[in-house]
């Protein structure tokens, strides 16, 4: 804590414990509004809210590792042996994703084949019947 | 003994010293910095499973709903969607925060607030650990997702519904592409509900992607490990503190700040599990 006062300390948990409370919230009436619970018929654009989600989650995570995990209190070689290498994760999410996109445009190309599975079983007529009697 | 001789002296001594490991690197311990190291690399398994996620979800045309899937509460109550989840996560923060209270203690040196505020880390840790056992009984004994099953599908055409299912759908009720829905098992059988779309084709509800449950019973399941592994290493160091064993080292209950390295670590990783799984 370096020299910060103990009570300044005591004081700085409490306030980092009501700020992540916060955005924590925060994110959560972003993805309810944003999906209509809030106010009925209302919807938020999904670019507008996965923003801001990913945005505000980030900052959780700053805060969390540079308070709580003390990081902004520690020599500068240090942090950035710790955060450089997060940097590959970029490359990672970017190519993992896209592939991920790939395989789904390959299912479509495809899709005929195994349109039965994908979109739902298909009834015979007398099936059906069957269904419908058991019921009553 | 000239001064010159001495300089040299005190040179060579350092240089000795600093070969043999007396200066600490970063200006932090070798404790610190291995459990620094160890984050990091668990960092990336993580980051490994929730890009899997990403890549599995972005390779299929639906995928369940998080307000929908994770809208039950302890009490029978529906319809309160992330609401139970909001709680769990504010119960992870607040015992993150009582961590940090235990390091400051230790950082004085005051024994009994280290085992006061680390006790009140494990009660929330504990508390999170119940809430994810509520939430995995809901999701296995009440929806009967498994590994290979998930039926919480989602509709990619327009219809109607030809039966109920003696849940929350009735016969006659009409659906958009986009609505979803949750395939009920009546008497350990699946009962899909056949619905006639618009062309007339009569048809029987799909399940939904099946990788959706492997991937959250993994990941939450990898992660509330790691809950679990914190909260027995939290109690060994609790007892420890509590018999006054890092009163002897003297060394500002380093012990204690990197349990609480971990312990932050395992709440960094739900801040993203929390954004991938429930927010997205």
Redesign the interface.
């Known amino acids: 804590m370096g020299n910060i006062s103990y009570e300044q300390a005591k004081r700085t948990v409490l306030r980092g414990l009501i700020l992540l409370a916060l955005v924590t919230v925060a994110e959560v009436f972003i993805a309810l509004l944003g999906k209509g619970y809030i106010i009925p018929g209302f919807y938020l654009p999904t670019w507008l809210v996965y923003l801001a989600m990913i945005g505000l989650s980030l900052y959780k995570a700053y805060f969390i590792m540079g308070e709580f995990m003390h990081l902004k209190y520690e020599v500068k070689g240090l942090v950035s042996s710790i955060l450089l290498p997060f940097l590959l994760l970029v490359w990672g999410i970017i190519a993992f994703l896209w592939d991920g996109t790939y395989w789904y445009q390959k299912r479509e190309e495809y899709r005929t084949e195994f349109q039965k599975e994908r979109e739902g079983h298909l009834l015979e007529e007398h099936e059906l019947e069957d269904r419908l009697r058991m019921l009553d | 003994m000239s001064a010159e001789t001495s300089t040299k002296d005190l040179e060579t001594e350092q240089e000795q010293v600093s070969w043999e490991g007396g200066s600490k690197p970063?200006?932090?311990s070798y404790g610190k910095?291995m459990m620094?190291n160890f984050i990091?690399s668990d960092?990336?398994t993580f980051?490994?499973f929730l890009?899997?996620y990403?890549?599995?979800?972005?390779?299929?045309?639906t995928w369940p709903?998080?307000?929908f899937v994770f809208q039950s509460f302890p009490g029978g109550l529906h319809n309160m969607?992330?609401?139970f989840v909001?709680l769990m996560?504010?119960v992870l923060?607040?015992s993150?925060?009582t961590?940090?209270?235990a390091v400051?203690e230790g950082?004085?040196e005051n024994k009994k607030g280290v085992v006061f505020w680390l006790l009140m880390t494990i009660l929330g840790g504990a508390t999170f650990l119940g809430c994810q056992a509520w939430e995995w009984h809901t999701l296995i004994v009440k929806e009967h997702m498994t590994l290979s099953e998930n039926p919480f599908g989602r509709h990619?055409?327009a219809g109607t519904y030809?039966?109920?299912d003696g849940y929350d759908i009735e016969a006659g009720d009409t659906f958009q592409p986009g609505d979803f829905y949750l395939i009920h098992k009546v008497d350990g059988e699946w009962n899909?509900v056949?619905y006639q779309n618009e062309h007339g084709?009569?048809?029987?509800?799909?399940f939904g992607p099946p990788a959706f449950g492997s991937l959250f019973y993994f990941i939450t399941g990898f992660h509330g490990f790691h809950v679990l592994t914190g909260l027995i290493i939290l109690l060994i160091v609790a007892i420890n503190a509590a018999g006054g064993v890092y009163v002897k080292r003297r060394n500002g209950y380093e012990m204690v700040e990197k349990v609480?390295?971990y312990w932050?670590?395992v709440?960094?990783v739900w801040?993203?599990v929390?954004?991938v799984f429930?927010?997205?």
């Open positions: 970063f200006k932090a910095l620094w990091m960092a990336f980051a490994g890009i899997a990403g890549a599995l979800r972005f390779s299929v045309p709903e998080p307000d969607p992330l609401i909001t996560t504010f923060i607040a993150s925060a961590m940090v209270r400051q950082q004085r990619i055409e030809l039966e109920g899909p056949a084709d009569v048809k029987l509800q799909s609480g390295l932050h670590f709440d960094l801040v993203f929390f954004l429930y927010l997205l």
